[in-house]
């Protein structure tokens, strides 16, 4: 039964997240002007934003193997900003893009094609040390004290050991994945957890 409510509440935040940006992103339209590039969008109420190209520094690729196979990509563009937290306008949400529409949106921005990096530098094991920490080993020994001391049944350590086993796949795909390069002038960040991340700065 625990199982299932899981996967019951995991279909609902899944459908709740996609209603959400049907809403949000409804007929959106791009517009590419030689220096800017126009975005319009929303259901409930329409929104327009106007990227400057010039002042376009961070392009980030959002996807997970869901959305890769239905060739969909999110991406985040950040403008420079002196304030970026406040200036709302300094960073868009694009989503639903498919692959191609990426690269051009990519190469109208900044007028080169989207770089495929060559990785000069792999992430040092000591990266996982905090994430083991606080999300395998501090639970693992609250849960068994709790356990020993009968506040929960035997049986929540068969829990803790299945989360611990996702723990550690989801921690190697985000240890070997995780690569940093520098191209044509751009250093490009790039991981995937479940969501596979690129991040490429100007």
Partial sequence: KVFVLIAVLFVVAIGINAVKNIITYFQMQIKLDKETTSITYGLLSRRQTILQNDRTQIFTINSNP????LDVFKLDITQTS???????????????????????????????PLPE???????????????????????SIILSLLVYYQVLPVISLWFMGGFLLV????????YKSYELSIIDGFIIKKYNLWKEKTQIIN
């Fill in 117 to 139: 990096g060559i990785t000069y530098l792999k992430a040092n094991f000591r990266m996982l040390f905090l994430p083991s920490l606080f999300f395998g080993l501090l639970p």
């Fill in 82 to 112: 002196s304030d970026i937290d406040a200036d709302k306008k300094a960073k868009i949400t694009v989503a639903g893009a498919n692959k191609m529409q990426v690269g051009q949106l990519f190469q109208h921005i900044y007028n080169v």
């Fill in 167 to 174: 723990l550690m796949v989801l921690l190697s795909r985000y």
């Fill in 66 to 69: 869901i959305q890769r196979m």
